[in-house]
């Protein structure tokens, strides 16, 4: 049988799409929040999102976003900024 391994090939190919069509949940236009719900993940995307809104707020993006003007105050001001050679940590 000369053209048996085709066969053999041709159906693994047809067992995977239909492994694929009935096991694997489709996740085409789902936010990452929205496949935490749907692996049963412990909501790292959330956790993400929660940190990016932290710091797109400290650093004054949210205000210029929604259009409330330049963030003005201590966090303009040379006391803050270090010097030269000078290390900052932030965490």
Do not use: C, H
């Amino acid at each position: 049988m000369p053209y048996g391994t085709y066969i053999l090939f041709g159906g693994l190919t047809y067992i995977g799409a239909a492994f694929i069509w009935f096991f694997v949940p489709e996740t085409k236009r789902l936010t990452l929040e929205e496949m935490d719900i749907v692996f049963g993940s412990e909501g790292t995307a959330q956790a993400d999102l929660e940190r990016m809104e932290e710091i797109n707020a400290e650093i004054g993006l949210t205000q210029l976003i929604r259009g409330e003007g330049v963030v003005t105050g201590a966090s303009g001001s040379d006391a803050e900024k270090p010097k030269v050679g000078e290390t900052t940590e932030r965490l």
